[in-house]
């Protein structure tokens, strides 16, 4: 059912620079004060794809840079700079080996996918991508910048937290741009993607169904807290 071998194309570099432009756009959208959950959705897949439609070494280089400048203006938003003053070289320094540690999952699909066969390619992505993320964990500024809080409006698909950890909502959002992608490179070719396609719905719609099923059945009782308090008299 999976047998097609993954084999990245190339597409003219004028429409791929336009994959670049629209990752770059969509990646503002993923943090910050400016958080739009499809937009962590598309961002990858995007990106994703002008890596994989370059030669490794530029499609990289460009694909970090991207990074480095969407980090640099989450950082900025979030960080208070004494008035007059501005991030030395310091900051920009550990914003961009940041950002270089945020394009390693491209590096490894990059390198690695186009030697795997079928379906099971797309799953080095994500797990590449989760793997980094929850590296990045361990560090000073912990999960605050994972991909999976653009999903906190998302009610159902966030039930998959209580199983997985928020890795799980990773997994499935980056494994949607390795699915979009190998589809893509079938040319969307229903009987060739048929397969894969219908297995991710398959498990998205289960995690979905069974998230809204759980707050349907195991809801949360509010119950009525009385609190008493007391003033100065004046």
């Known amino acids: 059912m999976f047998k097609r071998t993954i084999t990245p194309t190339r597409t003219p570099n004028r429409l791929s620079y336009l994959w670049l432009a629209m ?52 950082v900025l938003q979030g960080t208070q700079f004494p008035p007059g003053t501005s991030p030395g ?66 009610l159902p698909f966030l039930q998959l937290v209580s199983v997985t950890g928020i890795w799980g909502i990773t997994f499935l959002i980056t494994w949607f741009a390795a699915v979009v992608n190998w589809a893509w490179e079938q040319h969307f070719a229903w009987p060739q993607v048929r397969g894969g396609g219908l297995l991710y719905a398959a498990i998205l719609a289960v995690v979905l169904l069974g998230g809204s099923a759980r707050l349907v059945l195991f809801s949360p009782q509010a119950t009525l807290v009385r609190v008493a308090g007391l003033s100065a008299s004046q």
């Open 23 to 74: 990752a770059a756009a969509l990646y503002l959208f993923t943090g910050g004060q400016w958080a739009i959950p499809l937009a962590a959705w598309l961002a990858p897949l995007f990106l994703l794809r002008f890596v994989r439609t370059q030669r490794p070494l530029p499609g990289l280089l460009l694909a970090w840079l991207v990074r480095f400048a969407v980090a640099a203006i989450f």
């Open 89 to 154: 070289i310091g900051y920009y320094a550990l914003v961009l080996f940041f950002s270089l540690v945020l394009v390693l999952p491209y590096l490894a699909d990059r390198l690695i996918t186009p030697r795997l066969q079928g379906f099971v390619a797309t799953l080095v992505f994500p797990l590449a991508f989760t793997m980094i993320e929850y590296l990045i964990s361990f560090g000073p500024s912990g999960t605050l910048n994972s991909i999976a809080y653009t999903q906190y409006g998302d």
